[in-house]
């Protein structure tokens, strides 16, 4: 927050001198970081922006505002500006009074956030993986993304819920009702093997086996589907049976990947609500939905959306009157951005580990009608594949015109790239070794062929390497903690590596690679976290002192680590604005490596000078408490010893 501050009164002290001079300043001073430190710690291009209607090279301005600067009097944090040559205008901060705020502000529980919501209500929904199977790790960049989302936005003071969409009527629950009911399948799971596994793996993919070799069945398919529209009291039972014994499996391994919810919105809650009715008679009335009555799409209604190249008219419901994906899809926007009103009620589904009530949907007229979430918020973020942009894009249209006004910042598209496996990986955990390679030597899962590897069993994996790395590491300790750092190094491994890309790469995961020590890793991380606890318990008779001075902290590289510290907000800034918690994964990465730096070229507890002792503690103290807040908010657990 200090190198905010800096760069504030920096601004300022343009500002004045601008006003000194009669020169008429742009309201936004545009600033960045100079390339080299000796160019100074801020530079501003105003000589730029306003050379053109001076009549003046930027050079010739830069070195007027920098002198009627210097005329005055500078702020605590500015210590010097100067004039580039090129006509940047480039300052230094006061060393020792930033590092020494920076210090005293750094072991603040709320370090590092910046008031960006003022309150602003957030709808956040992630996971919504159908319940006809188990979780797979490609599932989990939409867990971690959407979860770290929330956690961002709420650090940031933002009002923020989060929601999981259970899909209980889609194609998918039909899919395993159909394998039970039709095709001799048990409805329970052999020993020894989650719920949620035996669906999707044996279940889910025999179906759909099942279809290829016999077309007819699909007519089973639709059977059961419009049954559990119509809530059918056999097959409905049945499905939402099925449904909630999934979704309390899925619902462990989310758990476990240390996610949590506020709200399970089930579709067969939207359907028995009304609220599709509701929307769909809006969308007949405005002229939205259209019934097609020639060609192929006779009977089927229809929406176009303008502009739209990636496909001409898109069936909401079809000719034998099921609602498609899409048009499921449209209530529930509609209820989380305010264009229609709540219909539901509620009812508590369970305490989740963390002691945080997880509520569900209901219809149910005797349960509690007021919703544990803001409906209409403010904005709506939902995590979703890139794939279906398209489908998004039509459903931002259709809100917008239901409201008359433009939705694209208010219900957004999270979306991301697919995840893929080294082959590898695969090799290793699923015994597809003959898979077919994508282009850039990466196998794509594949739910109806059985292709892909389930989270729970990624999470085992990685943790059983990390297992062996521990249990070497700390021969002498108990069972319970080899288990428990295990599992955490376990959870920043995955989570890290799924967290640190682009939102529009396609990940490559790699078990080796997310394990190790070394690079931009999760356990990386860790470690450097229990290397800062490690000085600081062998110090802990002095680091109770208050003694603070920054400015004997002047070697490059713990300047160059106080730097860092005091910029943690403008990370936490980008990722909300950007919408990418990649930048505070870069940013704890950058900061771990500057603290290691830093240890190897600086002793702490050995240095015999006493003020300088305790300015290196105050430092390492800094670090991991920056460090321990950046990782909760990429849902990382740190551990004082590894």
């Known amino acids: 927050m200090s190198f905010r501050l800096f760069v504030e009164q920096a601004r300022s002290l343009v500002k004045g001198a601008g006003e000194t001079l009669g020169y008429a300043l742009p309201e936004s001073l545009e600033w960045d970081v100079p390339p080299s430190k000796d160019m100074g710690d801020v530079s501003f291009r105003i000589a730029f922006q306003i ?37 940047f205008l480039n300052f230094r901060f006061n060393a020792a009074k930033l590092f020494t705020k920076t210090l005293s502000e750094s072991v603040k529980p709320n370090y590092g956030s910046v008031d960006l919501g003022h309150g602003q209500s957030v709808l956040v929904e992630h996971t919504s993986v159908n319940p006809n199977k188990a979780l ?64 999707g793996d044996e279940i889910y993919v025999d179906v759909n086996k099942k279809y290829e070799l016999d077309p007819s069945l699909k007519e089973k398919q ?33 758990w476990r990947f240390n996610a949590s ?37 006779a009977g089927c209604w229809i929406v176009s959306i303008t ?51 997880l509520w569900r949907t209901s219809t149910d007229s005797n349960k509690e009608h007021t919703a544990p979430v803001i409906w209409g918020a403010e904005k709506s973020i939902t995590a979703i594949r890139s794939e279906q942009s398209r489908l998004q894009r039509v459903i931002v249209s259709i809100l917008s015109q239901l409201a008359g006004e ?10 991301y790239a697919l995840v893929s496996l080294s082959p590898d990986t695969v090799a290793a955990l699923s015994g597809h070794e003959s898979a077919t390679e994508g282009s850039h030597g990466s196998v794509r899962m594949s739910g109806r062929k059985g292709l892909y590897v389930n989270a729970d069993d990624v999470f085992e994996a990685v943790k059983k390497s990390a297992m062996e790395e521990t249990r070497k590491r700390n021969p002498d300790l108990t069972e319970e903690w080899w288990d428990n750092v295990s599992e955490k190094l376990a959870l920043s491994a995955i989570r890290f590596a799924l967290l640190k ?27 450097t976290y229990a290397r800062a606890m490690s000085i600081l318990s062998k110090a802990n008779s002095e680091i109770k002192d208050s003694f603070i001075k920054g400015d004997l902290l002047n070697t490059p590289s713990e300047i160059e680590l106080l730097t860092i510290i005091s910029k943690f907000d403008y990370s936490v800034e980008k990722s909300v604005l950007i919408l990418a918690p990649k930048w505070v994964a870069h940013y704890s990465f950058e900061l771990c490596e500057a603290f290691n730096k830093f240890y190897e070229k600086n002793r702490v507890i050995q240095v015999d000078d006493h003020d300088l002792r305790h300015a290196r503690l105050r430092l390492v103290i800094a670090f991991s408490n920056v460090l321990r807040s950046a990782l909760a908010l990429l849902g990382i657990e740190v551990l004082p010893k590894i």
């Open 51 to 87: 050379s053109k209607s001076l009549g003046k090279r930027p050079a010739e301005i830069a070195g007027e505002i920098s002198g009627a600067i210097r005329a005055g009097q500078l702020s605590d944090l500015v210590g010097s500006v100067e004039a580039n040559p090129k006509g």
């Open 307 to 357: 502009g739209e190249k990636e496909g001409e008219d898109k069936v909401l419901v079809r000719s034998d009157g099921t609602a498609t994906y899409v048009a499921k899809d449209i209530p529930f926007a509609a209820l989380k951005t305010g264009i229609v009103e709540d219909r539901f009620t509620y009812e508590k589904y369970i305490v989740e580990p963390n002691g945080k009530e």
């Open 501 to 527: 890309q682009d939102l529009d790469k396609t990940i490559t995961f790699d078990l080796s690679e997310s394990l190790k020590l070394v690079g931009e890793t999760g356990p990386y991380m860790l470690y």
């Open 261 to 297: 919810y506020d709200l399970l919105v089930f579709e067969s809650d939207i359907i028995a609500s009304k609220l599709w009715g509701q929307t769909f008679d809006a969308m007949k009335e405005n002229g939205i939905a259209k019934l097609e009555t020639e060609g192929k799409l």
């Open 222 to 254: 639709k059977l059961v589907l419009r049954a559990i529209e119509e809530h059918d009291s056999k097959i409905f039972l049945l499905a939402s049976s099925l449904t909630e014994r999934i979704l309390n499996e899925q619902l462990k391994t989310c």
């Open 406 to 415: 433009d939705y694209s910042e208010k219900y957004i598209h999270l979306g």
């Open 136 to 199: 797979h790790v490609g599932h989990l960049r939409n867990l971690a993304l959407g979860d770290s989302i929330a956690r961002i936005f709420s650090f940031t003071n933002h009002s923020v819920n989060i929601l999981n969409y259970v899909d209980d009527s889609g194609l998918q629950v039909a899919d395993v009702v159909v394998g039970i009911m039709f095709l001799g399948h048990s409805a329970s799971a052999p020993a020894g093997l989650k719920f949620d596994d035996y669906a």
